[in-house]
């Protein structure tokens, strides 16, 4: 629980909105350009608070170099309740513009589940070879939901 100090000095409960608002800023911060990614963990925990509690389903991208230091994450796509569009095209695009050489995806599921939907795999490999004729590595694929689960940790994510 978290408490904050009122204008009368006493301590109570911090409401919902201050947590999320704090936690996104903290997200914000755990996501600017040069940090370094060193875990799957770090990862998880900082898209996970930018993409849960969206009421559309949101594509995003984070974008590496070749130290695994954050050039940018981009929320690329956003779509209805239960469906994003992706346009691998532009995926492309924003890794050479950027110049990045390793892509982390995450999108989220509205509605809490935080299973990889057969679509959400296909559209996984499909990416993934696309980015590998540009020499991107695809590192992982985060969905979001009541819980954050990482393609990598559920056998989803072979080296090819």
Do not use: W
């Not at 990614?37 to 849960?52: H, N, P």
């Not at 095209?89 to 513009?97: H, I, P, S, T």
């Not at 299973?115 to 004729?133: A, M, R, Y």
């Amino acid at each position: 629980m978290l408490f904050v100090h009122d204008q009368d000095g006493h301590y109570r409960p911090a409401p919902k909105e201050l947590v999320l608002a704090e936690a996104n800023k903290l997200s914000g911060y755990q996501l600017r350009r040069g940090v370094k990614i060193v875990s799957a963990e770090i990862a998880k925990t900082a898209i996970g608070y930018r993409l849960r509690n969206k009421q559309q389903e949101v594509f995003a991208c984070l974008f590496l170099d070749g130290q695994h230091q954050i050039l940018a994450f981009k929320e690329m796509f956003v779509g209805s309740i239960n469906h994003a569009t992706v346009h691998p095209r532009e995926v492309v695009k924003e890794a050479l513009q950027l110049n990045a050489t390793a892509v982390i995806l995450a999108h989220n599921h509205p509605s809490g589940g935080s299973e990889p939907s057969p679509q959400d795999i296909s559209l996984t490999k499909t990416l993934k070879d696309i980015l590998k004729i540009i020499d991107v590595r695809l590192l992982d694929h985060l969905v979001v939901g009541d819980e954050v689960r990482a393609f990598s940790e559920l056998g989803l994510f072979q080296e090819q």
